[in-house]
């Protein structure tokens, strides 16, 4: 658990957004949980407005690690997919309380408070992001017409399908590994060079 009491505040948000929306959290019932007093959380954050975005960038930071850490430009693109599928499943597996705070967040319609800062967020992920995209299509790994956004969406939107399923324990059928998951959308997209691993 974090010490600082902005910390507190942020770790008491998730927790908060595990269990209900963003509009549905007032700051006494944050004071409450987090033992900070009121005046203190608006000395920290100025405005529930600020809260919240405090929260999210928070859950952004934490997914912009994982993306650096997955797109090393010395992996093939689909380990790379790979690895980003299993870190979430990972996460909610490990970490359900998180994984719906972010999967709460991510469907939040208070998510416009915080467009701005998640489109500066992908703008700078890109960068990770494109060196392993052009090295794959480069290499024959990936389809010169495949449409680099929309690929990573689909891996994206995939992962949080099964992050939810399995944070409300649905099992039936049962879940695929990360191998899986990207196999089959990116079979639709591969090269004709397409690397071994």
């Not at 990972?90 to 309380?97: G, L, Q």
């Not at 208070?110 to 052009?134: H, S, Y």
Request: charged share 30%; aromatic share 6%; with cysteine.
């Amino acid at each position: 658990m974090a010490t600082g009491n902005r910390e507190k505040l942020i770790e008491t948000g998730l927790d908060m957004l595990a269990e209900k929306s963003y509009s549905q959290i007032t700051m006494d019932e944050v004071a409450e949980r987090s033992g900070v007093t009121k005046p203190m959380i608006y000395y920290y954050f100025e405005s529930k407005e600020g809260f919240y975005r405090a929260i999210a960038n928070h859950l952004l930071d934490m997914g912009k690690a994982m993306i650096v850490k997955v797109f090393d430009p010395r992996k093939t693109l689909r380990q790379a997919l790979y690895d980003m599928v299993d870190m979430r499943l990972d996460m909610a597996s490990n970490r359900p309380k998180l994984t719906r705070a972010f999967l709460m967040m991510m469907h939040d319609p208070n998510l416009t408070l915080i467009m701005e800062d998640i489109r500066k967020q992908m703008q700078d992920l890109w960068g990770v992001v494109r060196p392993t995209i052009d090295r794959a299509v480069k290499c024959g790994e990936l389809r010169a017409d495949a449409d680099p956004t929309l690929v990573l969406m689909m891996v994206n939107t995939a992962s949080i399908g099964y992050m939810v399923r399995i944070v409300k324990g649905i099992e039936d059928p049962p879940l695929p590994d990360a191998r899986g998951i990207v196999d089959v959308i990116f079979d639709g997209i591969a090269g004709d060079g397409e690397e071994s691993e």
